[in-house]
């Protein structure tokens, strides 16, 4: 990527506080290595990895799908972008936005990144030349999220503090349909045929949109306070979503599913006061879902029995992300402590 290059970066192995996360140890016997400590699972040069180089409290991260690099950015208005695998050096800064970076995305084919800002923009980045494509105007407060389609690579959608949910064609410079909500859009996504949006807010509700009309199609109500992150399930039939009332939850979004749509609550993470989107991901193959928490730990749970399975620590403030590797078993989480871990799993 033909970028600036970062001058500033630190990387640090750091050994967990979890048993089964332990540095691995050689020691001789009887003339040989033997290994002790449990098995390494994946690529990473040790089983946690610590970055730094942000300078403000980091609100969003994302793996590349290819899953060799991960893009990461927040409150210092600046994209990072980092290697997976070996020291995790910071390869790539983006600057372009004049206030916060609030949500990130990458395209199915990773070839551009779409970005959300309050400076009111939405910006689209050429990840291969590392430079900006599209800087997209419409809204007329802070953007809060933005995401894109899974097929097609020109829709996207965005929410924002202006209480609308807009849909834009990035090769337009207008959006190509406005939705209005009454109240602050927090989080976005499509469903898996892009055919509907699903947005939630300070509402407490999540709405889903139908784009061939253009209008409201139903709401899934449960949450009792403020949505601050979506994600789609990897078959399409479920949405995973977070909330400031301290639960994460599935909904069965498939169409001819039951009026009562949310099908598993998960509990154990916390929002505290601060009004922070903390977001929610799926794993690949959707046996795992993970969230953000005020309580300085990335969670993450089991969908079947819906048990933490990791509370992870390290972070020193909101863990505001965690994101699951495309291809191995990693997971990555940002935090308000400007620190971005790595961390191998079974």
């Known amino acids: 990527m033909d970028v600036k290059r970062k001058a500033e970066f630190m990387v640090v192995a750091t050994q967990a506080k979890k048993p089964r996360h332990e540095l691995v140890v050689h020691s001789m016997e009887k ?5 002790s400590g449990p098995p390494r699972t994946s690529g990473l040069m040790a ?4 970055l730094s180089g942000h300078q403000g409290d980091i609100f969003c991260g994302k793996f590349h799908p290819d899953g060799e690099v991960l893009a990461t950015a927040g409150m210092d208005r600046q994209i990072l972008f980092w290697n997976v695998y070996g020291e995790c050096d910071n390869f790539g800064l983006l600057m372009g936005h004049t206030n916060a970076i609030t949500d990130m995305h990458f395209s199915t084919d990773g070839a551009t990144l779409y970005t959300a800002s309050a400076d009111k923009t939405v910006m689209c980045w050429d990840t291969t030349s590392g430079t900006r494509v599209k800087k997209l105007k419409g809204h007329s407060s802070f953007v809060n999220c933005v995401h894109s389609a899974r097929r097609g690579p020109s829709l996207v959608v965005s929410g924002g503090d202006d209480c609308t949910v807009l849909i834009w064609d990035v090769r337009k410079k207008r959006p190509a349909t406005t939705l209005q909500n009454t109240f602050q859009v927090t989080a976005v996504t499509f469903n898996d045929t892009a055919e509907q949006v699903i947005s939630g807010g300070i509402d407490n509700d999540m709405k889903v949109w139908d784009l061939r009309k ?5 709401r899934m109500r449960g949450h009792n306070d403020t949505v601050t992150g979506l ?7 479920y949405v995973l979503s977070n909330a400031m009332d301290n639960t994460v939850r599935i909904w069965d979004v498939r ?10 609550i998960f509990q154990g993470h916390q929002h505290n006061f601060e009004n922070i989107l903390l977001r929610c991901s799926w794993s690949l193959d959707g046996r795992r879902v993970a969230a953000g928490s005020s309580d300085r730990h990335a969670y993450v749970w089991d969908t079947t029995s ?4 990791y509370k992870l620590p390290g972070h020193n403030g909101s863990v505001n992300t965690v994101e699951f590797h495309p291809k191995e078993p990693i ?15 079974e």
């Open 255 to 264: 169409p001819f599913a039951p009026q009562e749509r949310c099908v598993k």
């Open 331 to 345: 997971i990555m989480s940002v935090s308000n402590d400007k620190q971005i871990f790595l961390g191998e799993i």
């Open 306 to 309: 819906r048990h933490i399975l």
């Open 214 to 218: 253009n209008g409201l199609l139903y």
């Open 231 to 237: 994600s789609l399930s990897p078959d399409g039939s």
């Open 47 to 50: 089983p946690i990895m610590q």
């Open 31 to 35: 003339g040989g290595l033997v290994q």
